[in-house]
């Protein structure tokens, strides 16, 4: 051995040494993967939008679909247009809410509203997607990051999500949102599914997740009604 | 010679395996356990840490001053596992949103550490590298064995298929449910404790007098 590897010199050497040797491995490996990596979150976002409106993302582009992504305010007005400030909205939702920038995603068949809550271990995420009328559930695709598995976890199966098509979400005037009922649902109640055995912390936190994202919407979702209400009139008038 | 080496790949397998005879790394074994393809992504990403980390720290053991050897250890061991964990966001992203915590907490698995600890600093590259590889086949077979039982009698599927008919549930009509206390963790320290017994029972050399 040559060197004293016990004096403090080399082992200061050492240090600098291996904390910039690794410092540009991480540097260039980040670097390398970030967009890759990038483009899987963006694709998930995307197969997942598609979902929710009911449709098969293997055989469904997202771009046949969806023909705009905008950001309302908190008046239902249109702020901005721009795909990408729109995933870019996605990306930190609870802040957007927040500063009461609504991304939302309109199909010709109806609307996508990215959902965003509380489980019972941590957040809970989805899409819902409404049909033209803004009132009828076309799907939903949920999602979250620690929920017990076999339990909580049980909300982004496909037995569960099939509950929701069809539900509606206005009551009267009201945004009621679906109700995740303990239980079991009532069959004539429009606004319930079946909660998740033995995970009911995480199906209230889907019930007031829905409720409370659909409502921050509702300016859209009534002016888009009245909008209808008065062609449908008006088509009646004309005949 | 090559015999030698061969036994730091089998070694880990069965009679100097880390998690039932070591005792080291159960607390991952509890937590990525509920479900099979989790448990393998875990295993291998585990495998290819021990391995990696045993070999660079092999290669540096001569040069590594004593001193700082732990926090040379744990540099190389986080860097690998950052490593891991940024490939699999890239490559096979929905598995690595399904590890979730868990890739980032390879850091903390007492049997990459111990393993560079005993091992990678006495030994040639090489045989570090098997050791590493044996080490991880070691941790992933308990694993996948936790996870098989834990998956087929709390969720009544292997890999996500449905094993247990659909027809045989209660809520269908028929007489059985599946195994709520399976699902959580303290289960897993059950079946751990199971397959302890059962292979101590066979390898009678293991059994403390």
């Given at each position: 051995m040559k060197f004293n590897t016990n004096s403090n010199t080399y082992i200061i050497i050492y240090s600098v040494v291996m904390v910039v040797i690794v410092a540009v491995l991480l540097a260039v490996a980040a670097l390398g993967l970030a967009p890759r990596q990038q483009e899987n979150m963006l694709n998930e976002k995307k197969t997942q939008i598609v979902k929710a409106l009911g449709e098969d993302p293997a055989t469904v582009a997202y771009d046949s679909v969806i023909s705009k992504a905008v950001i309302l305010d908190a008046s239902g007005?249109?702020?901005?247009?721009?795909?990408?400030?729109?995933?870019?909205?996605?990306?930190?939702?609870?802040?957007?809410?927040?500063?009461?920038?609504?991304?939302?995603?309109?199909?010709?068949?109806?609307?996508?509203?990215?959902?965003?809550?509380?489980?019972?271990?941590?957040?809970?995420?989805?899409?819902?997607?409404?049909?033209?009328?803004m009132n009828t559930v076309k799907g939903i695709v949920?999602?979250?990051?620690?929920?017990?598995?076999?339990?909580?976890?049980?909300?982004?199966?496909?037995k569960h999500q099939a509950m929701?098509?069809?539900?509606?979400?206005?009551?009267g005037d009201a945004i009621v949102g679906v109700t995740l009922k303990k239980?079991?649902?009532?069959?004539?109640?429009?606004?319930?599914?079946?909660?998740?055995?033995?995970g009911t912390k995480t199906s209230d936190g889907v019930t007031a997740m829905i409720s409370d994202c659909l409502n921050y919407y509702k300016p859209y979702f009534d002016a888009a009604r009245a909008a209808a209400t008065v062609e449908a009139e008006s088509n009646t008038v004309n005949e | 010679m090559a015999s030698k080496s061969l036994k730091n790949l089998t070694a880990p397998l069965s009679g100097n395996n880390p998690v039932i005879v070591q005792i080291l790394g159960i607390c991952?074994?509890?937590?990525?356990?509920?479900?099979?393809?989790p448990a393998i992504v875990m295993g291998l990403s585990v495998m290819v840490v021990t391995a990696f980390s045993n070999l660079v720290m092999s290669l540096l053991r001569n040069g590594v001053p004593s001193r700082i050897r732990i926090i040379v250890q744990l540099v190389v061991i986080a860097t690998l596992v950052i490593l891991v964990d940024?490939?699999?966001k890239a490559f096979v992203y929905d598995v690595s949103k399904q590890l979730s915590v868990y890739v980032g907490l390879i850091i903390t698995?007492?049997?990459?550490?111990?393993?560079?600890?005993?091992?990678?600093?006495?030994?040639k590259p090489w045989d570090s590298f098997l050791d590493g590889i044996g080490n991880g086949l070691g941790y992933a077979s308990i694993l996948v064995i936790i996870a098989f039982f834990r998956e087929l009698f709390g969720s009544g599927t292997l890999f996500g298929f449905r094993v247990i008919p659909e027809s045989l549930y209660l809520a269908e009509g028929g007489?059985?449910?599946?195994?709520?206390?399976?699902?959580?963790?303290?289960?897993a320290l059950i079946i751990v404790g199971c397959i302890i017994w059962a292979h101590r029972s066979f390898n009678k050399d293991l059994q403390e007098k």
């Open positions: 007005a249109v702020v901005s247009e721009d795909v990408k400030e729109v995933f870019a909205a996605l990306n930190d939702l609870k802040g957007s809410f927040a500063a009461g920038r609504f991304p939302l995603f309109v199909a010709n068949t109806g609307v996508v509203v990215p959902l965003y809550g509380a489980g019972l271990w941590g957040p809970i995420w989805g899409y819902i997607a409404l049909g033209t009328d949920l999602d979250h990051s620690g929920e017990t598995p076999g339990l909580g976890a049980e909300i982004t199966t496909p929701y098509p069809g539900k509606t979400v206005y009551e239980g079991g649902a009532d069959k004539n109640n429009p606004h319930e599914v079946d909660a998740i055995t033995g | 991952s074994a509890l937590a990525v356990t509920v479900q099979l393809k940024q490939v699999l698995n007492c049997i990459v550490m111990g393993r560079v600890e005993a091992f990678a600093l006495q030994n007489f059985y449910s599946n195994c709520g206390l399976m699902l959580f963790p303290p289960m």
